[in-house]
C-alpha cells in the first residue's frame, strides 16, 4: 500500500459552467477539483490550504468511513473546526475498500458552490474486480445555479423565506448546457449552443465498438434527483456506494444526491455513429434542460452529434418507476448480511416546519443547528454546555398524521445526540410526510458518515410494526445514501461500530442547511488523539492553550 500525497488550495475561480460565466469554488484553479485514484488500503494525505479570502473551509470524503480517523472525516462543526483562510489542515486516512467514491465541501453551501471532485480506489494490487472491463469513464454529476450560494443561503434564512428555485443547469464533469440544447436540430423551441463557447459542448467520451466500459457515476447535487440515459445502449448497474451489488441490466437509472454507482456498458451498437448520454431531472417538476453529453464510437470524431433525437427521459412523477429500480439494487453474494438481532429502533420523522416564522426542516421535531464547539472535541473532552444534553425523541406521536399537513407546523431548534452503544445493531425507520403546503411531500436521500448501512426495504405511508416481516435480511444492499419517496418510509440497519461523532442527515444541500439531519456518537472513549487543528475552536480552543503543549 502507498502513502499519496495531494497539496491543496481551495480558492474561488471564474468558469463557464453552462455556457454563461460564473464565480465557482475550485482546487487548484480547477473546477471540479481534481481526480484522486487510489488503491485500496493506500493512505490518502491532503494538505489542504484554505485560499478563500474570508470564511472557512473543509472537505468531506463521501462514502470514506474513516475508521480510526474521525476527526478526518470533514464536517464543519461535528467532526473538526473549519479550516481559517490561509490556513492548511493534512486530511490523512486510509481508503480502505475498492469504489466510486467522491468528496465535496461540507461547510454551509459550499458544495452547492462548485467544491466538488471524484475518488476512485481500484481494487489493491493483486486482487481482481467482481467483473471484467475494457476501458473507464468517469461521470460527475452535479447541478447549477446562476445565483451565488450566499444570496441562496440568505433567501433560506430570509422571512418571507426565498426557496432557491429548480437549477439553471444540470451539469456532468461540471458542464451543461443553459437556454440552449446540443440536440436543438430535434427539440422545438430551444437554440442550439454556440460552438464557439466550448465550455457549453458537452463532454464527449471516446469508446471502441465490441468493448465494455464501466461508467463511473456519482451524484454530489445541491437538490436534483436525477435520471441517466445512454441512447441505445443497456446499463448492467454492478457497484453501488462502493459495494457490489447483483448485475442488473436497465434502460434508465435514478441517482440521487450523495449515490454513487458503477455500471457496465457493451459497446454493441452500430459503430458509424455516435449516442446520447442524457441526464435529466426527476421527482420535482422539472424547470432544467437535459444536460447531454456524448458517447463517441471511434473512428467517428467525437463533435459528430448523434444522428438520432436524444432518448426521452421518464416522466418526472413516475414514482412507480424510481420505486422499481430502486428495488433491483441488491447486495451480491459475499456482501456482508444484517445481525439478525437488533439492538434498538430509532424512528426519524421528516417533516417540514416554521420556527418563529422561518421555514426550515426537522426530525422528530428538531432541526438541526450546529454548535460552536464541533461535537467530536467536545465529547472527546467531555466539556460541558458545548451541545444540548437532552436525548432526542426515538420516535413520533402516535396521533401524527404523515399524509396531511401538521396540526402544529411550529418545531424547535437544538444541537443534541443520539448516542449509540458502541458495537449495537441500529434500525433507523425514516419516515417521510406532508411538506407545510397540503398534498406535497418530496424526495430526500439520506447519507450517513461513517459507516455503510443495509437497505432492509421501504414502504408506503407510515411504519407499522408488521413491516418488519417484510424486511429483506438475505440481500439488502450495504450503501451509505438511501432514499425515502414521497409519503413512505425507508429501513435501514447498522452497527455502531466506528468511534467517533457522525453525521446523518439529507443530502439536499438547501435542506441540510435548513436543519435536515441528526448526529450519532458512538465509542467516544476509544478515539484516538485529534490533530489539534481540528480542535482550534470554540471551547476545544481553551483546552489547548490550558495544556501548554
Ligand atoms: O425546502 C423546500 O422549500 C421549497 C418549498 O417547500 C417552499 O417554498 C421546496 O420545494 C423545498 O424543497
Same mark, same amino acid.
Given at each position: ?19 454563461? =460565466?460564473?464565480?465557482? #469554488?475550485? $482546487? &487548484? *484553479? ?7 485514484? /487510489?488503491?485500496?488500503?493506500? +493512505? ?121 428555485? =429548480?437549477?439553471?443547469? #444540470?451539469? $456532468? &464533469? *461540471? ?7 446540443? /440536440?436543438?436540430?430535434?427539440? +422545438? ?361
Amino acid at each position: 500500500a502507498k502513502v499519496r500525497h495531494f497539496k491543496w488550495e481551495v480558492g474561488a475561480l471564474f468558469s463557464t459552467p453552462d455556457c454563461v =460565466e460564473n464565480v465557482v #469554488l475550485g $482546487i &487548484n *484553479g480547477q473546477f471540479p477539483g481534481p481526480t484522486i485514484r /487510489a488503491k485500496a488500503s493506500d +493512505t490518502i494525505v491532503v494538505e489542504l490550504k484554505n485560499h478563500l479570502h474570508t470564511e472557512g473551509v473543509v472537505i468531506h470524503w463521501h462514502g470514506i468511513r474513516q475508521i480510526g480517523t474521525p476527526w478526518a472525516d470533514g464536517t464543519a462543526s461535528i467532526s473538526q473546526c473549519a479550516i481559517n483562510p490561509e490556513e492548511t489542515f493534512v486530511y490523512r486516512f486510509k481508503v480502505d475498500r475498492p469504489g466510486t467514491y467522491f468528496y465535496h465541501g461540507h461547510y454551509g453551501m459550499q458544495r452547492s458552490g462548485g467544491l466538488y471532485g471524484s475518488l476512485i480506489v481500484d481494487v489493491a494490487d493483486g486482487e481482481k474486480e467482481a467483473f471484467h472491463y475494457d476501458g473507464e469513464i468517469n461521470l460527475l454529476l452535479s447541478d447549477w445555479w446562476h445565483k451565488s450560494i450566499y444570496d441562496q443561503m440568505v433567501g433560506l434564512s430570509s422571512n418571507p423565506f426565498r426557496w432557491i428555485g =429548480e437549477p439553471q443547469s #444540470l451539469l $456532468i &464533469n *461540471g458542464r451543461g448546457q443553459y437556454n440552449c440544447s446540443l /440536440a436543438a436540430k430535434f427539440t +422545438t423551441g430551444v437554440a442550439a449552443c454556440p460552438a464557439r463557447n466550448r465550455s457549453c459542448q458537452g463532454n464527449a467520451f471516446s469508446v471502441l465498438p465490441n468493448k465494455t466500459y464501466r461508467i463511473r457515476i456519482a451524484s454530489t447535487t445541491a437538490l436534483a434527483s436525477l435520471n441517466l440515459q445512454i441512447g441505445n445502449h443497456k446499463m448492467v448497474v454492478v457497484e453501488a456506494d462502493g459495494n457490489y451489488v447483483q448485475p442488473v441490466a436497465v434502460d434508465d437509472m435514478d441517482i440521487y444526491s450523495g449515490e454513487s454507482y458503477s455500471v457496465l456498458l457493451t459497446t454493441n451498437q452500430s459503430p458509424s455513429m455516435n449516442y446520447w448520454i442524457s441526464l435529466s431531472v426527476r421527482g420535482r417538476e422539472p424547470q432544467t434542460r437535459p444536460a447531454l453529453a456524448i458517447l463517441n464510437y471511434k473512428p467517428n470524431s467525437p463533435a459528430k452529434l448523434p444522428t438520432l433525437p436524444p432518448p426521452v427521459s421518464p416522466r418526472w412523477n413516475d414514482y412507480e418507476h424510481s420505486k422499481s429500480f430502486s428495488n433491483k439494487i441488491l447486495a451480491l453474494r459475499g456482501t456482508p448480511t444484517p445481525p439478525v438481532k437488533v439492538d434498538r429502533r430509532i424512528v426519524l420523522l421528516n417533516t417540514q416546519n416554521k420556527i418563529s416564522g422561518f421555514t426550515k426542516w426537522a426530525i422528530n421535531n428538531i432541526s438541526l443547528v450546529l454548535p460552536s464547539t464541533p461535537y467530536l472535541g467536545s465529547l472527546k473532552y467531555n466539556l460541558k454546555n458545548a451541545f444540548d444534553a437532552e436525548r432526542p425523541p426515538e420516535d413520533f406521536s402516535k396521533d401524527y398524521d404523515v399524509a396531511k399537513p401538521a396540526v402544529n407546523q411550529n418545531s424547535t431548534t437544538g444541537t443534541t445526540i443520539y448516542f449509540l452503544r458502541f458495537n449495537s445493531t441500529v434500525d433507523v425507520i425514516l419516515q417521510n410526510a406532508n411538506a407545510l403546503a397540503a398534498n406535497v411531500s418530496e424526495i430526500h436521500p439520506w447519507h450517513l458518515h461513517g459507516h455503510d448501512f443495509w437497505v432492509l426495504g421501504y414502504g408506503e405511508g407510515r411504519f407499522k410494526e408488521e413491516d418488519v416481516k417484510t424486511f429483506n435480511l438475505k440481500n439488502p444492499p450495504y450503501r451509505n445514501t438511501a432514499v425515502i419517496f414521497p409519503y413512505g418510509w425507508t429501513a435501514l440497519r447498522f452497527v455502531a461500530n466506528n468511534p467517533g461523532a457522525w453525521a446523518f442527515h439529507c443530502h439536499i444541500e438547501p435542506h441540510l442547511h435548513m436543519g435536515m439531519g441528526v448526529v450519532f456518537s458512538e465509542g467516544i472513549r476509544l478515539v484516538g488523539k485529534i490533530p489539534k487543528e481540528a480542535l482550534a475552536c470554540g471551547k476545544t480552543a481553551t483546552i489547548l492553550t490550558d495544556q501548554h503543549p
